[in-house]
């Protein structure tokens, strides 16, 4: 089974592969029966609760442990991504980010719970200490970078807040080889692109612009057109070229799915699929993004959900040794 790569992902690998290489938690906290433990991965499932209603679906389609984990996941990403939003000045917010590093490597307590909880899920599923700092480094590029030139360049911060998780959810997941790795690289690069196209309206207003400014200036576009939030002919044409890129890159991520353990193709082939319909909403409000936000409603969720469910049930995966898994 062979993923298509292209010539900006070749970079992309190679952090992804230099990453599995690094070593995972040391021992296992032995923590996961411990009432502290437990109310740690309650923190967690509460929080996604109320902020990720997609995530918290598609996590719900996990077996009870795998669940726990992945919510795990989304809590100590989302708990990174606040730091570099809540702490106006830079400078702070790097001393914050280094102080959440040091936290993160220390033993947790119950005073820190997303940190209890994602600790405890890093030991229990053998994921790589590189990813998490990838995934850190990815969202501090906020502090410092608020505009990118290129598809590539804007791929290597995709790869940094968003494919980065697509391989620590392998990691939860199960998967049977490392052939898995260029499929979650894709997938994460899809699921980013399209929270970009979703948010250019609410990026700007934060003085942020993840567009690649070389693709803007072949449709005739520029700055001032964002700031206008206009919406003609040639924004139309953009977005559509953006769209249809990143729907081909859920399609080329799509096969990956068979690599991964099968009591978890379920619950990510939901989660491609809910988020690949944002784009279908963007077009249903002619590419308005700047007065409207996409979102898939609670009706439509669910009309996709046993599409999703065929879909996984149709995955085999490719006979090798098992990896991954608690």
């Not at 600790?119 to 790589?128: E, F, G, M």
């Not at 998967?175 to 499929?183: E, F, G, N, R, T």
């Not at 899809?190 to 993840?210: F, K």
């Given at each position: 089974m062979d993923v298509p790569t292209q010539s900006w992902e070749y970079s992309l690998l190679a952090r992804a592969y230099e990453a599995l290489k690094t070593p995972a938690s040391a021992a296992h906290l032995a923590l996961a029966d411990h009432a502290t433990c437990v109310q740690a991965y309650a923190y967690c499932e509460r929080l996604i609760r109320t902020s990720s209603r997609t995530?918290?679906?598609a996590s719900g389609l996990?077996?009870?442990?795998?669940?726990?984990?992945?919510?795990?996941?989304?809590?100590?990403?989302?708990?990174t991504d606040d730091l570099i939003d809540r702490v106006p000045q830079p400078d702070d917010a790097r001393a914050v980010l280094e102080s959440w590093r040091l936290r993160l490597c220390a033993t947790p307590n119950a005073y820190d719970p997303i940190a209890l909880a994602w600790?405890?899920?890093?030991?229990?599923?053998?994921?790589?200490h590189g990813y998490e700092t990838q995934l850190i480094d990815g969202i501090?590029?906020?502090?410092?970078?608020?505009?990118?030139?290129?598809?590539?360049?804007?791929?290597e911060y995709c790869y940094g807040v968003a494919s980065t998780v697509g391989l620590m959810v392998m990691h939860i997941t199960g998967?049977?080889?490392?052939?898995?790795?260029?499929?979650a690289v894709k997938l994460g690069i899809?699921?980013?692109?399209?929270?970009?196209?979703?948010?250019?309206?609410?990026?700007?207003?934060?003085?942020?612009?993840?567009l690649p400014l070389d693709e803007l200036a072949q449709f005739g576009l520029s700055e001032a057109d964002i700031a206008l939030g206009s919406v003609d002919t040639r924004w139309r044409a953009f977005m559509r070229f953006q769209i249809a890129r990143t729907r081909a890159l859920y399609a080329e991520a799509a096969p990956g799915i068979a690599l991964l353990d099968p009591d978890g193709r379920f619950a990510i082939t939901a989660a491609a699929s809910l988020y690949c319909a944002i784009l279908a909403d963007i077009e249903a409000h002619d590419y308005d993004v700047f007065r409207h936000r996409a979102r898939v409603g609670f009706v439509g969720k669910a009309r996709r959900l046993p599409g999703s469910w065929w879909a996984a049930r149709l995955q085999s995966a490719p006979v090798a040794e098992p990896r991954g898994g608690a």
């Open positions: 995530f918290y679906l996990l077996p009870w442990h795998k669940r726990r984990a992945m919510r795990a996941l989304y809590a100590f990403c989302r708990a600790a405890d899920t890093k030991a229990r599923y053998c994921v790589p501090a590029r906020d502090l410092y970078q608020h505009r990118y030139t290129s598809f590539a360049e804007l791929t998967y049977s080889s490392d052939a898995a790795v260029p499929y899809a699921l980013q692109l399209t929270n970009i196209l979703r948010d250019v309206g609410e990026d700007w207003q934060a003085g942020r612009l993840y």
